[in-house]
């Protein structure tokens, strides 16, 4: 099972239709992402000091069903590896009730820092940083 993570709706978070902003929905993902790096072992300090860090290329967000004030979401997050500069990661949003709420598609890629391109070896760069794809994805 992939990492999940709850938020719970604030009344600040809503839109003039009463339901959650749709730039929220990222912010919700972001809260995942980090927290599912986190929890994967990466130690996100230790690949600044070695000037690299993630960096968000694309995110497109597929609204199902409004979220409103006081819900609650479980916001889960799974990170797929190719062959390339860059990985996806798969994150849902899910209502208590098991309702899909959103589902969020990400394009990340490790940046050099100094160099301002991307490593050739994504995961590899993760991994050195502690990161274990197996406690992100279950």
Known sequence: MAFSTRIEVRGYELDALGHVN??????????????????????????????????LLTTTVNFRRELRAGDEVDVSCAAK????????LEQMLTKMDGTLSAEVY?????????????????????????????????
């Open 106 to 138: 990400c394009v990340l890629g490790m940046m050099d820092l100094e160099a301002r391109r991307l490593h050739a070896d994504p995961r590899a760069v993760l991994e050195s940083g502690g990161f274990d794809l197996a406690k992100m994805n279950g």
């Open 22 to 55: 749709h730039a929220v929905y990222h912010l919700y993902a972001e809260v995942a992402r980090t927290k599912a790096f986190v929890a994967a072992g990466c130690d996100l300090d230790l690949l600044t000091q070695r000037r690299t860090a993630p960096v």
């Open 81 to 88: 590896f190719g062959d390339g500069k860059t990985f996806t």
